[in-house]
């Protein structure tokens, strides 16, 4: 063993007692308790402090981003922040000529990390406390935050080796934008969940199944934003130019999307080995939904909504029957013309109401098999 690694072990030892002996954050009205809880925080960074300056860059800097990582489950975000993240940060690895034992891309990528792992604190110390985000300070954060997550996405979208670590910063990203769209801040928050979107496209890797119900989740809440955003620019009394720029911008992102997968299915059709078939049905139940979400949208200027039959006949390509109820709950919850809690509401806006009819249709032969007696409301 090297001293290297022994002083490793050493380090990975003394946190992992600390840790484990670290209670929940207590309430803030339990003075004493509060104290014991701080002094213990306070000994875990100078144990840090004291280990990374007798290590080497390429040894430490795995164990903190895992130590800001536990500290970020146990919602201890100053700790992670000032402790694990602000120190690999400034060390600024990709500038590093001479760090023995890290490649440039794992330079890259632990720099990247190093800054979603700020940006996300911030955010979040900021929610615990302003959960409703009703104090103009808290938005403010957020949206610096989000930008700083954009930031660092952008030093990585171009590796796609990184692929992986694209699809985290777009997990950061939403995280911090759900809170805003909640809240009602959907402008404030489309802007980085159309990048969310993109950044998703902008890999190959990205396109496998494993990631599909990610992408459509990101559409799905960019459009809900899109459609919430002109509701409430309609009813502040915003131009109708205006308020048809913001859909013909929502029919436009969601025609990239479609756009994107379709280029899959072509690329697909050109491989001499094709497909298998779970691959290529998951590729065009994804296509479907989309479609399914576009006949949702409000209709653009001079074009009609879509009708029930219209959408039954979208449904059909979704496939079976428990696809097609995920579907339009999907659109239900979070999708376009909707609140932040539409199914608790009374009435839907009238375009959506053929989605609930449909939904409805879907439901009624599960519930009354199983005879249960809401089923009499349906």
Not at 39 to 51: A, F, P, S, W
Not at 58 to 70: D, K, N, Q, R
Not at 128 to 146: C, G, R, S, V, Y
Not at 269 to 279: C, E, K, M, R, S
Request: net charge neutral; proline share 7%; glycine share 4%.
């Amino acid at each position: 063993m090297t001293d290297v690694q022994a002083a490793l072990g050493l380090f990975d030892r003394e946190v992992k007692k600390l840790l484990e002996n670290l209670p929940p954050c207590p309430p803030l009205a339990d003075h004493g308790a509060v104290l014991a809880h701080n002094r213990k925080l306070c000994r875990l960074q100078q144990l840090i402090e004291y280990h990374v300056r007798k290590l080497p860059p390429y040894a430490f800097a795995p164990h903190l981003l895992a130590i800001g990582t536990e500290l970020v489950h146990r919602t201890e975000y100053s700790t992670a922040e000032t402790a694990c993240y602000e120190r690999l940060a400034q060390l600024n690895l990709p500038t590093v000529e001479h760090v023995n034992k890290l490649a440039e891309l794992d330079k890259l990528a632990l720099h990247c990390q190093a800054l979603c792992g700020i940006q996300s604190c911030q955010g979040n110390k900021l929610l615990l406390q302003d959960p409703q985000i009703t104090h103009t300070n808290t938005l403010k954060t957020l949206l610096e935050a989000l930008a700083g997550l954009q930031a660092a996405c952008m030093t990585v979208v171009q590796k796609q080796q990184l692929y992986w670590l694209v699809q985290n910063v777009t997990v950061h990203i939403y995280k911090l934008a759900e809170p805003l769209v909640t809240a009602g801040f959907y402008m404030e928050a489309l802007p980085y969940l159309v990048f969310a979107a993109k950044a998703m496209e902008a890999h190959l890797q990205l396109s496998s199944t494993r990631f599909l119900a990610w992408r459509l989740h990101l559409y799905y809440t960019a459009a809900h934003c899109y459609c919430a955003g002109s509701k409430v620019a309609s009813d502040s009394g915003s131009s109708n130019k205006d308020i048809g720029i913001s859909m013909q911008q929502a029919h436009a992102f969601l025609d990239d999307g479609l756009a994107q997968l379709d280029s899959i299915v072509k690329a697909q059709a050109l491989d001499p080995v094709p497909p298998p078939a779970a691959f290529a049905a998951a590729l065009h139940a994804a296509c479907s939904q989309l479609l399914l979400l576009k006949a949702m949208l409000e209709p653009l200027p001079g074009q009609p909504p879509s009708s029930a039959a219209a959408i039954c006949d979208t449904l059909t390509a979704v496939g079976p029957d428990s696809m097609q109820l995920k579907a339009l709950l999907g659109v239900l919850v979070a999708g376009p013309g909707s609140s932040t809690q539409p199914l608790q509401q009374l009435t839907l806006p009238q375009h959506l109401q053929p989605v609930l009819a449909a939904a409805v249709d879907l439901v009624k032969p599960m519930l009354t098999t199983q005879q249960t007696p809401i089923g009499v409301y349906l």
